[in-house]
């Protein structure tokens, strides 16, 4: 179902994977390295070209989220999670300004740098967050 990203080369990743992002909920955390991976390629392609990434590199991991927030959801609705309609808001709104700020990037009104820095600022805040509260309700009811 999800593509695995090749390792990046670089030693010095952009966003570094600790254990402090660690839901307790194996498939979670494991999509959530993925997030991180690909938002460290991105921070790659950027660096090697100077330029905001491809539009598709941008949907690709706009995509790969979309199914991430899908697979959160599901958990959090087949154990009635309470804070489901908040959680769900927030993957809503990250998709929407991932879309917006990929267009602006693409069309110049924005530097990559604002791409790269909201999408690490946001995965780790939500991570750090809501998907802990959201993994401690889950491990109390799994």
């Known amino acids: ?5 090749t390792p990046r080369s670089n030693p010095m990743p952009y966003f570094q994977w600790t254990g402090s992002l660690v839901i307790g909920i194996k498939t979670i955390d494991d999509q959530h390295k993925q997030l991180v991976e690909m938002l460290n390629n991105l921070n790659d392609t950027m ?9 598709e590199l941008v949907d690709r991991l706009k995509t790969y989220a ?3 927030f899908h697979v959160e959801e ?4 087949a154990f009635a ?3 489901f309609e908040a959680h769900k808001k927030e993957h809503e ?3 929407d300004v991932v879309l ?4 602006s990037c693409a069309d110049g009104s924005a530097h990559p740098a ?3 820095e909201f999408l690490k600022s946001w995965l780790t805040n939500h991570i750090l967050d809501v998907d802990m509260k959201m993994g401690r309700f889950l491990e109390d009811h799994l």
């Open 66 to 68: 979309a199914e991430h």
């Open 1 to 5: 179902m999800y593509e695995k990203i």
């Open 114 to 116: 604002e791409l790269l």
């Open 100 to 103: 917006s700020l990929g267009n």
């Open 81 to 83: 999670y309470p804070e």
């Open 93 to 95: 709104a990250f998709c």
């Open 47 to 55: 660096e090697q070209s100077g330029q905001c990434p491809a539009p």
């Open 74 to 77: 599901g958990y959090m609705q």
